[in-house]
């Protein structure tokens, strides 16, 4: 039996003009796409972003993957999705998953693949990198991210809070992601390290109601402005060398 091949496409943080050459060439060609949506009555972003490099005579599959920490729950997803992917490939034909900024950086996708490929290991899949969200997000403020010899500190903040406290004390740069609902307390966090006038907080990158803030005490009035958002830290001595 011959499978078809899974593409794992990043779109990309939000601006349709910044998917890939090679995204847009794929989703003009595949007849199955399948997106991710967190609610059964939301709309999907993935697809939304993506809309128009889509052919008109593909089925869209949208696939709920709630935003849920129960792991055993978050599997049942991840293998129903599988199933479903795998009933297409099985058929010979391919299939497209498209995925929020990089496709292997912090992703649903990642559980997904693994999930398939421990199911199905004969399916093919390949990734197509994306923009990533903090990119973007640099180059919407001209942020530094990575100059010289420096590091980079990336961290997806959780509920603790434990790691988004050791990075920032490091005083190096950081990207802290996945903010959400933690924002008043990554807020409390970057004030107590004395980082928040060398912070910048970008919410839904490129799309129609992006949001920008350079003077994250605006934050205080909106705790919900966490949604799709993230901070970049500059390094603490103000120079990246």
Not at 116 to 123: G, K, V
Not at 165 to 174: F, H, I, Q, Y
């Amino acid at each position: 039996m011959k499978y078809g091949t899974l593409y794992g496409i990043g779109i990309g943080p939000g601006d349709p003009e910044l998917l890939t050459v090679k995204a847009a060439r794929l989703l003009s060609q595949c007849t199955h796409v399948f997106v991710p949506k967190g609610a059964v009555q939301a709309e999907s972003v993935a697809l939304s972003i993506a809309q128009e490099y889509i052919q008109p005579q593909a089925t869209v599959h949208q696939m709920l993957f709630p935003m849920i920490t129960d792991r055993k729950e978050l599997n049942r997803h991840w293998n129903s999705a599988a199933e479903n992917i795998a009933k297409v490939l099985e058929n010979g034909q391919d299939a497209c998953f498209l995925t929020l900024g990089d496709a292997l950086l912090y992703s649903t996708y990642i559980y997904l693949i693994q999930a398939l490929q421990r199911r199905f290991s004969a399916i093919e899949v390949v990734t197509v990198p994306g923009i990533t969200a903090f990119s973007a997000a640099a180059a919407l403020t001209n942020t530094p991210v990575g100059m010289g010899k420096k590091p980079v500190l990336i961290v997806p903040t959780a509920d603790d809070l434990a790691d988004t406290r050791r990075a920032l004390e490091t005083g190096e740069c950081v990207v802290l992601m996945k903010i959400g609902k933690r924002l008043p307390q990554i807020l409390d966090l970057l004030e107590g390290a004395g980082a928040l006038a060398r912070s910048v907080f970008v919410s839904r990158a490129g799309m129609p109601d992006q949001r920008i803030e350079t003077d994250l005490t605006r934050l205080r009035e909106d705790p919900e402005a966490g949604y799709l958002s993230l901070i970049l830290v500059q390094a603490k001595n103000g120079v990246l060398s």
